[in-house]
């Protein structure tokens, strides 16, 4: 049997797994080792499956992930979102759009903060949300500012995708923080430039946030600063640690943990109740993640013992078209697999893949390693199944759609895919920070 119907039965195999409603780290893990069995036998078959997972699961880097995910959720369980918005509103004063634009830079802080896109998003939908539909802001330019700019998480480090990523094509984890923090801000003024676009044409969109204290003379007003004093201290402490070479992400990341226990005490909001709730839930979230790395590993070792990444990659080299517009349609690729794959197994699956390709055409694994982010970001957001949607649904107000939650997020899609082509045909935007490196 050709390569070429073995890749066919292995897609039909996951689609039919997924529609029967199979959890997808066990239809990843299933269809691999049907495969491995049908190819190698019993016992090579679940050798090489497991030989595949161990390899990975044993990456030192990937410790990183539990304790940013530690981080974000004691730092979301100690008030520390709500303290840093109230201060943003109150240093921003007294203009229109305020308030989403203040959204859109604490979304920036959280973003440094945890490196999970769902919290993020939960969080501004629980304190930002109701906010600016109580001033009187347009639905559906409001559900777009939480959904996008909460979204940044994906690509502003230390982002738990560029980690993943890291795994997966083989390089420098350091190096892609420094890469995707400049596309990251890109995306950020992009949103901003829009907010202030908008509301400038269409005033009553965005109602001046109009309280006593936004009226006090600047330097007055920088007492409140203190509202963010601790986070921008934990953020420059844990992404100082990393580029200056002090410690590995690893331990950068363990860093993160400890000083957000640190920050929780000082603010007086940390005790077993709390630290229970960030532990379990942490477990919950890495244990999910790990499902879909063994899945995703062991599909992808399997295919690729059996010549399938050879097929795959000839395919992309053959393709007679300039090299960036290979780039481009690696980029669609993974736009399609988003809408029925988690972005987890699309690392694990296309990266191997890609990455070797990406090398053999003369272009920088790193800097489309910022791409891929941008498109895993774009992904969060799009239809049917824009994970970033649904979590606003589960915090949103009742009478608030899940449809009109994906009509509001279409103009922000379009400047992600703008922020996108902007780094694709200018790679120094993303390679500049890294350079400093070498």
């Known amino acids: 049997m050709g390569i070429e119907i073995i890749t066919l039965l292995i897609v039909v195999s996951l689609l039919a797994l997924m529609a029967l409603g199979v959890p997808l780290g066990i239809t990843t893990?299933?269809?691999?080792?049907?495969t491995a069995l049908l190819y190698f036998g019993e016992r090579a078959g679940f050798f090489i499956v497991a030989a595949n997972v161990s390899e990975v699961l044993h990456k030192y880097e990937l410790i990183a992930v539990p304790f940013f995910v530690f981080m974000a959720n004691v730092l979301e369980r100690s008030g520390i979102a709500h303290s840093m918005f109230d201060s943003m509103a109150i240093l921003g004063g007294r203009f229109r759009g305020s308030v989403g634009v203040q959204t859109t830079f604490v979304a920036v802080l959280l973003a440094a903060m945890s490196g999970i896109?769902?919290?993020?998003?939960?969080?501004?939908?629980?304190?930002?949300?109701?906010q600016m539909l109580r001033l009187g802001y347009d639905r559906k330019l409001a559900i777009g500012i939480i959904c996008a700019a909460g979204a940044l998480a994906t690509l502003i480090p230390p982002s738990v995708v560029l980690i993943v990523y890291g795994l997966a094509a083989q390089v420098s984890i350091t190096k892609l923080f420094a890469a995707s923090a400049i596309p990251g801000l890109i995306l950020a003024s992009l949103y901003i430039a829009y907010i202030l676009v908008r509301v400038r044409l269409k005033p009553e969109m965005a109602p001046i946030y109009d309280i006593p204290e936004t009226g006090l003379p600047f330097f007055q007003r920088l007492k409140f600063l203190k509202g963010i004093a601790l986070p921008a201290l934990l953020i420059g402490t844990v992404l100082g640690v990393i580029y200056s070479g002090i410690a590995t992400v690893t331990e950068a990341a363990a860093i993160g943990?400890?000083?957000?226990?640190?920050?929780?005490?000082?603010?007086?909001?940390?005790?077993?109740?709390?630290?229970?709730?960030?532990?379990?839930q942490t477990v919950i979230t890495v244990g999910s993640i790990v499902w879909l790395v063994i899945g995703a590993v062991s599909l992808i070792g399997i295919y690729n013992r059996i010549g399938g990444g050879e097929f795959l990659r000839g395919m992309l080299t053959a393709l007679d078209i300039?090299?960036?517009?290979?780039?481009?349609?690696?980029?669609?690729?993974?736009?399609?697999?988003?809408?029925?794959?988690?972005?987890?197994?699309?690392?694990f699956i296309t990266v191997p893949i890609f990455a070797p390709v990406v090398i053999d055409l003369g272009f920088d694994p790193v800097w489309f390693g910022v791409l891929f982010a941008m498109n895993i970001q774009m992904y969060y957001l799009s239809p049917p199944f824009g994970p970033a949607c649904f979590f606003l649904k589960s915090v949103a107000p009742k009478d608030i759609q899940l449809q009109e939650i994906f009509v509001a997020v279409l103009p922000f899609i379009a400047l992600q895919a703008v922020g996108l082509f902007l780094v694709l045909f200018n790679p120094q935007l993303a390679l500049w920070l890294p350079s400093l490196f070498d």
């Open 29 to 34: 893990l299933t269809v691999s080792l049907a």
């Open 117 to 130: 896109m769902g919290g993020e998003i939960v969080m501004l939908g629980l304190i930002a949300l109701p």
């Open 322 to 347: 300039g090299p960036i517009w290979v780039i481009v349609v690696m980029m669609l690729i993974v736009m399609v697999l988003g809408t029925f794959l988690e972005w987890i197994a699309i690392i």
């Open 257 to 280: 943990a400890v000083g957000a226990l640190v920050v929780a005490a000082v603010r007086k909001e940390l005790n077993w109740g709390m630290a229970r709730d960030a532990m379990r």
